[in-house]
């Protein structure tokens, strides 16, 4: 039987620790994610009782302090997709009140989810330390951003929806920068072979976040004048770990700090495009 157990002990309730720089917390995210992904892993061997207890704080939830609403007290604030798979935080074996999380198709910045970040930033940094971008594998809104990219005749389906169309125009960079790093990696005649479109989607995704997390770096940093660290990572939902799929993965959990300019990004691509992975979808390995 696996458990993942929020659990108040009235004799020990939880003592808040929060963490002390944007270090701790990235740890912090990162150790709960792996606690989540071996513990449904039956291969791993790591579960020890077959379950996760989240130490629930009451006042986190305003029921030990009557009449009182709870004070927010993120240590992180996360830019998510909206996709139903990725339940923030239960896959950083996190509790309530512990992260700030924004959530829309694609993981798109735009106005509204910027300005909640933003808000995050100006009214939480008694308690925050951590900006995270979370993509994840199989990403619905990028594959169809990727497939107008390889069919322009199907961007038809979306072009008199303009929500939607606005969040598909967004990830058009990332895709056509995955389009690239393909290319430029394993040459042109790449998007001949058969599992070529899963390759675009997959290395578009990871570029989308990478780019993304870049972008919200930028955009705060011009407000604030110790801006807080961002990262970005990838939720696989096979594996159930954030990792970022590179030539040489350091950590099979990972968040990572997006590269600075386009020389990085350049550098970040072609790391992609041979990660295992992108080579397995590929038909390389
Ligand atoms: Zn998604």
């Not at 972008?215 to 990572?233: A, D, H, I, T």
Request: hydrophobic residues 40%; glycine residues 8%; contains cysteine.
């Amino acid at each position: 039987m696996i458990e993942i157990v929020y659990r108040f002990d009235p004799e020990h309730p939880p003592s808040r620790i929060q963490p002390a720089d944007a270090e701790e917390a990235r740890k912090k995210l990162e150790v709960g994610n792996y606690e989540f992904a071996v513990l449904l892993d039956p291969r791993s061997g790591h579960a020890v009782d077959g379950s996760v207890v989240v130490p629930f704080d009451l006042q986190d939830i305003g029921i030990d302090s009557p009449g009182n609403a709870p004070r927010q007290q993120p240590f992180a604030a996360i830019l998510g997709c909206a996709d139903a798979r990725v339940p923030t935080e239960l896959i950083f074996s996190r509790g309530c009140n512990e992260m700030f999380v924004v959530r829309v198709a694609g993981n798109v910045l735009s106005r509204d989810g910027l300005g909640s970040m933003d808000y995050a930033v100006e009214n939480l940094r008694g308690s925050l330390r951590l900006l995270v971008v979370l993509g994840h594998s199989q990403c619905g809104a990028v594959t169809a951003a990727a497939d107008a990219f390889l069919n322009p005749s199907s961007y038809l389906n979306v072009a008199n929806n303009h929500p939607i169309r606005s969040i598909v125009n967004t990830l058009f960079p990332a895709v056509r920068t995955a389009a690239d790093t393909l290319e430029r990696t394993w040459g042109r005649d790449i998007e001949r072979k058969p599992g070529y479109r899963l390759a675009l989607i997959e290395t578009a995704i990871i570029m989308n976040a990478a780019m993304t997390a870049r972008m919200l770096m930028q955009e705060l940093s011009l407000q604030q004048p110790n801006p807080l660290k961002v990262v970005y990572g990838i939720y696989d939902l096979v594996s159930r770990r954030v990792h970022v799929p590179r030539s040489v993965e350091k950590s099979p959990t990972c968040l990572v700090e997006p590269p600075l300019d386009a020389a990085g990004f350049l550098q970040l691509g072609t790391e992609v495009a041979r990660s295992s992975l992108i080579q397995g979808l590929l038909g390389f390995q």
